[in-house]
C-alpha cells in the first residue's frame, strides 16, 4: 500500500513539474517582452506584489531569479547552437576544473549575472537611507533580476554573434552587445531616479558605480577560473 502511495505522489509531483516546466514555453516570452518594452511597469508591479502571500505572486510573469537563469540558459543555448564551446569548460586548471559541464558552468553564469542585480540593489537600498539586510536587500534584488536578464541575454547572444566569422552576424553581433549595455544603464537610470527621487545625472553616476562593481566581481571570476 505504502509502494502505490508513494507512487502515486511521484506521478502527481511529474504532473506539477511538467505543467511548470511547459509553462515557461509561455511565459518566458512574455516576460521578455515586458522586460524589453516596459521595464520600469514590471519592476513597479513586483514592489507592489511584495504584499502579497507568496502563493499569489508572479501570476503573469516568470519570478525574478527564474527568468534570469531561463535567459542565461536560452544564451547558452544559442552559442551551442553555433558550435562554440565554453571556454571555462575546456579548461582544467585550477579552479576551472571545478566546472567539467555545461550545467555547472550555467550555474557559474548565473552566480556572475546575479552579481549586477546584488550590487544595484545594495546600492539602491545604502541610497535610500535604510539599514542594508536580507529583508531590505530581497525586494531591489527582485526588481533588479528582470532587465539584467535582458541585459545578459543581450550580451550572451550578442558576444556569440561577434565571435561568427560571417561579416554580418559580427556586426549583428556588436550591436546587440552595445544596445544591451545602453538599455541596461538607461533601465537603471530611470529606476535610481525615479526610486530615490533624484535627477538623472546623479541616479546615472550611481549606476555606473554599481555596474563597475558587478564588473570587477566579473572580472575576478574570470581571472580565478582561467587557470
Known amino acids: 500500500m505504502f509502494g502505490a502511495m508513494d507512487f502515486m505522489r511521484w506521478l502527481n509531483s511529474l504532473d506539477e513539474l511538467l505543467y511548470e516546466v511547459m509553462s515557461w514555453l509561455l511565459f518566458f516570452p512574455l516576460t521578455l517582452m515586458r522586460s524589453v518594452f516596459r521595464p520600469i511597469g514590471i519592476m513597479a508591479e513586483i514592489e507592489k506584489e511584495a504584499a502579497l502571500p507568496d502563493d499569489q505572486r508572479y501570476k503573469a510573469v516568470l519570478s525574478p531569479p527564474l527568468f534570469l537563469a531561463l535567459a542565461l540558459l536560452l544564451a547558452h543555448a544559442v552559442a551551442t547552437a553555433l558550435g562554440q564551446v565554453d571556454t571555462i569548460v575546456l579548461n582544467h586548471n585550477g579552479l576551472a576544473n571545478l566546472v567539467n559541464d555545461n550545467a555547472s558552468a550555467l550555474i557559474l553564469r548565473v552566480i556572475v549575472f546575479a552579481s549586477f542585480p546584488l ?78 527621487g533624484i535627477g538623472h545625472v546623479r541616479a546615472a553616476g550611481n549606476v555606473l558605480i554599481g555596474l563597475f562593481e558587478g564588473t570587477i566581481f566579473l572580472v575576478v571570476v574570470a581571472i580565478l577560473f582561467s587557470g
Open 119 to 196: 550590487f544595484l540593489a545594495a546600492r539602491l537600498v545604502r541610497r535610500s537611507g535604510r539599514k542594508l539586510d536580507r529583508d531590505t536587500l530581497q525586494l531591489p534584488f527582485y526588481e533588479q533580476c528582470y532587465p539584467a536578464a535582458v541585459f545578459a541575454l543581450g550580451l550572451g547572444v550578442g558576444t556569440s554573434l561577434s565571435l561568427d566569422l560571417h561579416g554580418i552576424a559580427n556586426i549583428l553581433g556588436h550591436g546587440i552587445v552595445a544596445a544591451s549595455i545602453s538599455y541596461y544603464w538607461l533601465v537603471e537610470t530611470r529606476w535610481f531616479a525615479r526610486t530615490l
